[in-house]
């Protein structure tokens, strides 16, 4: 198989002491690219697919959002060439094939080393994005120019040598850059308690791509998640239908309703979504989300297989400054 040629080409490189790639992580690119932010998904959407996975539940999420800039500055290419199989996975969020293993965020205690957020395995279209400060990229004029170290880009004049997400790799001097806009750039905090953390980057977790220095492959950078407070307060959520003498039947619609309050009035208010449990709280079904900040009601077809004598309904309520307020049902029961 070709990749298997290609590292065991590579290994013999790294013990005959040829150059090799060597993969930095841009320490400074991380820490100025920190933002939080607030995104309702469906359950159907990709980043709650397998191969993305990157929140935790739908509905709203609050997101630490940063960027990634892995930089070539070894003595030669980073090679992973055409997608196969065995090391890539399809990325349903990016519509293209990513390196497997290629990089691990965490959310840590501030100057801690264990994980408040377990680490997430993040897989990467491995390719040039942007230059390194003073390098330059191969000019050709075919494919045949590159000797397949990336591909002829066309696009750009004068044409040069680039590796993409359909024949991967990284070239000496180049970096691949990940944005904060792009899916998946970030860690889901929207359970993390308020506080002061380290946002820790990873590359080459699995040390599939031979380098000569592995010590610069992470970093991290401060980052403080704000809590409720006087001038940012959370909204006051109250559920007021269903009661607890509630008539609900599987098959008919039920209305829920809600009030809710926040300092400032309406305008404060992003989102809004209604939750569904079975089992008196215990766990939640997601019934809708991305409800207009001035919603009261909510008008639910209970689904067959909802049957319950402990069933209870739980309405999130988000500010603009990114905080939950959380109103909660009696328990009432649903027939048949």
């Known amino acids: 198989m070709r990749w298997v040629a290609s590292a065991v080409s590579l290994l013999a490189r790294v013990a005959t002491a040829q150059p090799i790639a060597n993969l930095m992580l841009d320490a400074q690119e991380l820490a100025g690219s920190v933002t939080y932010d607030l995104i309702s998904y469906a359950p159907t959407d990709c980043v709650l697919q397998p191969a993305d996975r990157c929140v935790d539940t739908p509905g709203a999420r609050k997101l630490l959002r940063f960027s990634v800039f892995a930089i070539n500055n070894g003595m030669d290419d980073v090679f992973l060439g055409p997608p196969d199989g065995a090391r890539f996975v399809y990325s349903a969020c990016h519509m293209h094939y990513h390196f497997e293993t290629f990089g691990r965020y965490e959310l840590r205690v ?161 989102v809004q979504e209604v939750w569904f449990s079975p089992d008196g709280g215990t766990s939640y079904q997601f019934i809708a989300g991305a409800l207009a900040p001035g919603r009261r009601s909510y008008r639910w077809a209970v689904p067959s297989g909802s049957a319950t004598d402990a069933a209870m309904i739980r309405v999130i309520v988000w500010s603009t400054d990114l905080q939950r307020g959380i109103g909660l049902s009696m328990p009432f029961r649903i027939a048949p």
Request: with cysteine.
């Open 110 to 270: 501030r100057g801690g080393t264990t994980p408040v957020r377990e680490g997430q395995k993040r897989s990467f279209c491995v390719e040039d994005t942007r230059p390194a400060p003073g390098a330059t990229a191969r000019t050709c004029t075919t494919d045949d120019d590159c000797a397949g170290r990336g591909q002829c880009n066309q696009q750009q004049i004068p044409h040069v040598c680039r590796y993409g997400c359909n024949y991967q790799g990284i070239q000496v001097g180049w970096g691949d850059l990940y944005p904060s806009t792009l899916d998946c750039q970030w860690i889901d905090v929207s359970d993390v308690a308020p506080g002061d953390y380290d946002v820790c980057v990873f590359l080459n977790t699995a040390r599939l791509i031979p380098e000569s220095n592995y010590d610069d492959d992470s970093g991290c950078a401060p980052v403080t998640i704000e809590g409720p407070s006087t001038a940012h307060p959370a909204p006051t959520v109250k559920v007021r239908a269903p009661r607890r003498k509630t008539k609900a039947r599987v098959g008919h619609p039920l209305t829920i309703a809600w009030q809710k309050h926040i300092r400032g009035g309406g305008k404060h208010i992003k």
